[in-house]
């Protein structure tokens, strides 16, 4: 009876061993996605040769006479006399012609080839100006 009585009280013990709750399992946080910032930042391309260069067109005569620009650079000549002048290619590697630009009237044009523009105004031939361009 002893030896009943001690297996009960063993088994006992097992099934109380056996029925103990198990540790709650460790929650890990979510892995965050670090998003690097240079994905979604677009490039901005800066051209060489992308300036903008101005002429006045005054007293009968283009202000600076010369001037030195890089491929791809943009020359603005605006017009503030009272008296319609031109801008029209004589030599170069290519040849435009703004049309008599009346006072307050502006012309550009961008240079892709390089080399020395020479240009006149129609109406008046002795009205010189020079765009070189590297
Ligand atoms: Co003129």
């Not at 930042?41 to 101005?54: L, T």
């Amino acid at each position: 009876m002893v030896m009943k009585k001690i297996f009960a009280f063993m088994a006992l013990l097992f099934l109380l061993v056996a029925c103990k709750p198990e540790p709650a399992p460790v929650v890990q946080p979510p892995v965050q996605t670090i998003v690097q910032p240079s994905e979604t930042i677009e490039k901005i391309e800066i051209k060489p040769g992308s300036q903008i260069f101005n002429v006045d067109i005054k007293d009968f005569s283009y202000q600076p006479a010369v001037v030195k620009v890089r491929v791809g650079d943009t020359v603005v000549w605006t017009q503030v006399d009272k008296i319609s002048h031109t801008v029209t290619i004589v030599s170069g590697p290519e040849s435009f012609d703004s049309g008599l630009l009346k006072e307050g009237q502006a012309f550009s044009y961008t240079f892709t080839k390089p080399g020395e523009y020479g240009y006149k105004c129609t109406p008046h031939p002795n009205m010189r100006g020079k765009v070189i361009v590297e």
